[in-house]
């Protein structure tokens, strides 16, 4: 079972930079796959960005060219690099992980989720609160 953590939210003014931390702990040995996502008041959740495995990378259209996704795997943690904070950005973030299941050798790698349905560890949640 993996478990995960974030942390590193806060509240800044547009444009500014954050940076969320996700702690992976449990069953770290596995190939795991870390999401972020976000759910504003009143709104759905929605995926922001993924990290595989082998690090491959996939972005929202939102947030792209302004959030960076990366995982430092000998200390099993994830992070999202927000940039150019817009107030739109404004939201309760979520990190995710889930085990990666083998596959054939032959078949190439599954992509990388942003669909929340494909994740079944989450974190408490971090605000982020961006303002004008």
């Known amino acids: 079972q993996l478990v995960v953590v974030e942390s590193g939210g806060g509240s800044v003014q547009t444009g500014g930079s954050l940076r969320l931390s996700c702690a992976a702990s449990g069953d770290t040995y596995s190939r795991y796959s870390v999401g972020w996502f976000r759910q504003a008041p009143g709104k759905e959740r929605e995926g922001v960005a993924a990290?595989?495995?082998?690090?491959?990378?996939t972005y929202a259209d939102s947030v792209k060219g302004r959030f960076t996704i990366s995982k430092d795997n000998v200390k099993n943690t994830g992070y999202l690099q927000m940039d150019n904070l817009k107030p739109e950005d404004t939201a309760m973030y979520y990190c995710a992980g889930v085990i990666e299941r083998p596959r054939p050798i032959w078949l190439p790698p599954a992509p990388v989720s942003l669909n929340p349905g494909d994740y079944n560890t989450w974190g408490q949640g971090t605000q982020v609160t961006v303002s004008s």
């Open positions: 990290i595989g495995s082998d690090g491959r990378t």
